[in-house]
């Protein structure tokens, strides 16, 4: 049974499209995140959602937009891509209590061309 | 700015030796720390945690040592096994649900046979 689960798994696209990418989780927990892990190899966070509450929005364009239907699922919403946004998206979740233990999906790979 | 540090991006240990992974943190508001291991084309997974009241917690092969006055931990691996070949995160948070995880660049583990 995967725990996190992420879809697509690798996603190619044009400039200027939209594109949306989906995030469910199976563990019964609360809090659910978008990382962005960049050429750079950095892992940072973009969101996080708590049982379906914008929690964090660090400085992320506002072509993206999360958005949680429930508390299982959290997806993400890009709109115009560019080809800076090119990178690896990975999805995670907690407990709220437990924020630092977090268990990640396999993450989607996004391609700008 | 980077708030979590991991200096080498790599390290190759012989198999049955011992690994040691270093990172090193500059906010001290921080006080819970965390390793994560990610293997290619999966999502990170939690490793081994440690609170800033402890300089050490073990689990099984690894350790992690904390030693706050030098804004330092590190992840020891004993022994090393071909299976632990993977790249180490280091993170770090606030012990709160709504301060983000943040992230070193990882160090690349290879274990020779």
């Known amino acids: 049974d995967t725990a996190v689960s992420q879809t697509p798994k690798y996603l190619v696209t044009q400039m200027g499209n939209d594109k949306s990418i989906k995030c469910e989780q199976n563990?019964?927990?609360?809090?659910m995140y978008w990382y962005k892990q960049d050429s750079k190899k950095f892992l940072k966070i973009m969101f996080s959602?708590?049982?379906?509450?914008?929690?964090i929005n660090e400085t992320v364009p506002n072509r993206f937009s999360p958005k949680s239907p429930d508390k299982a699922h959290l997806n993400l919403h890009i709109n115009s891509l560019e080809l800076g946004d090119s990178a690896v998206y990975f999805c995670?979740?907690?407990?709220?209590?437990?924020?630092?233990?977090?268990?990640f999906g396999p993450g989607t790979r996004l391609t700008v061309t | 700015d980077q708030q979590v540090k991991q200096n080498s991006p790599s390290l190759s240990v012989q198999e049955g030796r011992i690994s040691i992974l270093n990172c090193d943190y500059t906010n001290s508001m921080f006080d819970y720390f965390l390793w994560y291991k990610k293997y290619p084309a999966e999502g990170p997974t939690f490793l081994i945690s440690i609170s800033s009241i402890k300089d050490k917690n073990e689990d099984g092969r690894f350790t992690v040592f904390l030693n706050k006055s030098a804004k330092h931990l590190s992840l020891h691996i004993v022994p090393s096994q071909p299976g632990d070949s993977a790249v180490y995160f280091c993170?770090?948070?606030?012990?709160?649900?709504?301060?983000?995880?943040?992230f070193g660049k990882g160090t690349r583990l290879s274990v020779i046979a």
């Open positions: 993170a770090a948070s606030a012990y709160s649900g709504n301060t983000p995880l943040v």
């Open positions: 995670a979740s907690s407990q709220w209590e437990q924020s630092y233990e977090q268990y």
């Open positions: 959602y708590n049982n379906k509450e914008l929690i």
């Open positions: 563990l019964g927990h609360d809090t």
